[in-house]
Nanobody
Framework: QVQLVESGGGLVQAGGSLRLSCVAS????????MGWFRQVPGKEREFVGC????????DYVDSVKGRFTISRDPAKNTVHLQMTSLKPEDTAVYYC?????????????????WGQGTQVTVSS
């Protein structure tokens, strides 16, 4: 069983930055891939990015490439999502998730554990 707690969301103006954090407890941090997703009301949960178990490889949805960066901090069992040049269309609840497998995984159904989500609101 893995528990995930996200933090760092908030209200920011367009062009601003936020850093989301997700602390994992339970399991062994180095054995699972991690991802970030986002969701707005009435829409399906959308893949944002993911990072491999070792933290070397990352993958992002095209709309955030060059603006968002995922990193892992094994010493703190934490994964970060650094978001820059934020746009109003980035407004959503952001979730981190854990997949008990290797690789770069884009589908929500490939992830087993989810955090409670943190709201990000970007004003124009």
């Amino acid at each position: 069983q893995v528990q995930l707690v996200e933090s760092g969301g908030g209200l920011v103006q367009a062009g601003g930055s936020l850093r989301l954090s997700c602390v994992a407890s339970g399991g062994t941090f180095s054995t699972y891939a991690m991802g970030w997703f986002r969701q707005v009301p009435g829409k399906e949960r959308e893949f944002v990015g993911c990072v491999s178990r070792g933290g070397v490889y990352t993958d992002y949805v095209d709309s955030v490439k060059g603006r968002f960066t995922i990193s892992r901090d094994p010493a703190k069992n934490t994964v970060h999502l650094q978001m820059t040049s934020l746009k109003p269309e980035d407004t959503a609840v952001y979730y981190c998730a854990v997949a008990m497998s290797r690789g770069l995984l884009r589908r929500a159904d490939e992830y087993m554990y989810w955090g409670q989500g943190t709201q990000v609101t970007v004003s124009s």
